[in-house]
């Protein structure tokens, strides 16, 4: 069970003199279960291969596999199997269309020729997973909700298909911290629970370091580097530069205290395990 | 998918014909469209195809393209030919009951699905050449002197530039919500019509909020600014002649004598 990309390649526009390659030869499996975020710059052909996983684009060549089912062919189970890879844009708040939460939320399940109790028992807990009590808020429009809440009726609109595999396209993108933080907390207690498939993009590195067991450094349409968030900082930096993409302030802050010659060891990437480190330092020290 | 629509159909490129002014380019193409109306002749018509060959060779463009100006036009053009090639009185060439196909008709109808060819030609070259965005601005100063007679020129081309300007941020936008949708299971192309446009609701419905908010924050951000109208407004780009302009008017203009000529002394 996993997403398998077998050399995918993708150019928009082919043969008009806007022709412009978004991402080329990409060949990467993500197991069920993981938690992947993508990093990279704008324009670094995110956006592009996640489009890939549930097959909102087809490659122009090369094959995405779910599950071991080409998403390209034209068949029933194809279209189910697609539908198993839940999909959050980016600012996923302006797709919102119906008179009420409810609807809203049911529209995928629905779509999934559910029957009713079975959509609703889905709605119900599809909201309660993104902090929005049903009661409350179920039969309000949610055209009159604040940014943060819009956001999280869309969210839960994706889960309320229950997919296996979760893609999220920057969702915290234009919220403030606290929004932020209780998405990412939802996001991560969904991964947690429901041992479904995260794969994040942001170009938030110091997300993507506390919260993704794996990460994929994207530059140029080509996964540059591919490994857990400890090595991807630790590797090259010259090669994360080039990415365009910035270390974490607590890697920044490691590396400055080790630079001083205090001894940490060098995959510290938590405040927490920093803090730790120090103190049992201090410990030794007091105990010369 | 849908960002791949061009928009109008500018093909960038650095010929002659791109480089002209576009009032020069409105103005001779007016020109050009109303003397292939003075061509009857057989050399009328040959002098007429060799002026569009020299058009075109001077915009660069692949000729394939401008052939593919006139595919969606091809019904008219044949329709054109078939009904003058009906309808032209003449000495028949076949008969069948109340039909026939009479020798002038065909000749006719040969001459004037020409004439819709080289008018789709010419006008194409123009917003193959011309990018939208200036091709307003031609507008706009164009119909300037008309200002006085109460024609609110700027206005409208302010109008023209802002849904340009928008047609490619509202089909991306479009776009996206599609597939948005279309990641939550929606369906739409199947179902038959009454279904299919319920269907276009969760699509419709974020389209027209977003179309109206970018409305209202463009509004905002013009007021701002101060924007009030085209009175004393300056602008970045100034639109200037050269003399390549001169020599492009006149040879439309000796074109158009010449047919003229021809057409008068017979030839």
Not at chain 1, 130 to 139: I, N, P, R, S
């Amino acid at each position: 069970m996993s997403i398998k990309l077998e050399a995918v390649s993708y150019t928009y526009m082919p043969g008009t003199p806007y022709e412009k390659r978004a991402i080329s030869d990409i060949s990467l499996e993500i197991e069920k279960g993981e938690f992947v975020a993508i990093i990279g710059h704008t324009g670094s052909g995110k956006s592009t291969l996640v489009q890939h996983l549930n097959g909102l684009l087809h490659p122009t060549s090369g094959r995405v596999l779910v599950d071991d089912i080409d998403l390209a062919a034209k068949t029933p189970e194809a279209k189910k199997i697609a539908r198993s890879v839940g999909m959050v844009f980016q600012y996923p708040e302006h797709q919102l269309f119906a008179e009420t939460i409810y609807e809203d939320v049911a529209f995928g399940p629905r779509n999934l020729k559910l029957d009713e109790a079975e959509v609703r028992q889905r709605v119900e807990l599809a909201m309660e997973f993104v902090g929005l009590d049903y009661g409350k808020f179920a039969h309000r429009s949610p055209f009159h909700l604040s940014g943060g809440q819009m956001r999280r009726v869309a969210i839960a609109g994706v889960i309320a298909m229950q997919p296996d595999y979760l893609v999220l396209d920057e969702p915290s993108a234009g919220l403030d911290p606290a929004a932020r933080n209780a998405i990412f907390a939802e996001i991560v207690q969904l991964y947690r629970t429901r041992g479904i498939t995260v794969i994040l993009v942001t170009h938030n590195m110091e997300e993507a370091a506390r919260l993704a067991d794996r990460m994929l450094v994207m530059a140029k349409g080509e996964v540059r580097m591919d490994g857990k968030p400890k090595e991807v900082f630790r590797a090259d930096r010259e090669l994360l530069h080039a990415a365009g993409v910035d270390v974490p302030r607590m890697v920044e802050l490691v590396d400055a205290l080790r630079l001083k010659g205090i001894d940490i060891p060098e995959d510290t990437v938590s405040v927490d395990s920093l803090v730790r480190e120090i103190l049992a330092r201090q410990r030794r020290e007091n105990a010369c | 998918m849908l960002t791949d629509i061009t928009l109008g159909q500018y093909y960038p490129g650095d010929s002659f014909l791109h480089k002209l002014d576009p009032r020069t380019k409105i103005v001779a193409t007016l020109i050009f469209i109303c003397s292939i109306f003075l061509a009857s002749t057989y050399v009328a018509y040959g002098v007429l195809f060799l002026s569009v060959l020299l058009a075109v060779g001077l915009s660069r463009l692949p000729a394939k393209l401008v052939a593919r100006s006139v595919k969606p036009l091809w019904v008219i053009v044949v329709l054109t030919f078939v009904i003058h090639a009906f309808s032209t009185p003449g000495a028949a060439l076949f008969e069948w009951k109340f039909i026939s196909i009479t020798d002038a008709g065909v000749q006719q109808g040969v001459l004037m699905s020409l004439r819709l060819v080289f008018l789709i030609v010419v006008s194409s070259l123009l917003t193959y050449t011309t990018s939208p965005i200036v091709l307003t601005d031609g507008i706009e100063s164009l119909l300037n002197p008309l200002r006085r007679f109460g024609v609110p020129a700027h206005e409208l081309a302010m109008m023209m530039t802002i849904a340009l300007r928008f047609i490619p941020t509202l089909l991306e936008e479009t776009d996206r919500i599609m597939k948005a949708q279309v990641a939550r299971g929606a369906d739409f192309s199947s179902g038959h019509l009454l279904k299919r446009a319920k269907n276009l609701l969760p699509l419709l419905v974020p389209l027209f909020i977003s179309a109206f908010r970018r409305a209202d924050e463009l509004a905002v951000a013009m007021e701002a600014r101060c924007y009030r109208g085209g009175e004393n407004r300056t602008r970045l780009h100034q639109l200037a002649y050269a003399p390549r302009d001169g020599v492009a008017l006149g040879g439309v203009l000796a074109l158009t004598l010449a047919l003229a000529w021809m057409r008068w002394s017979g030839l």
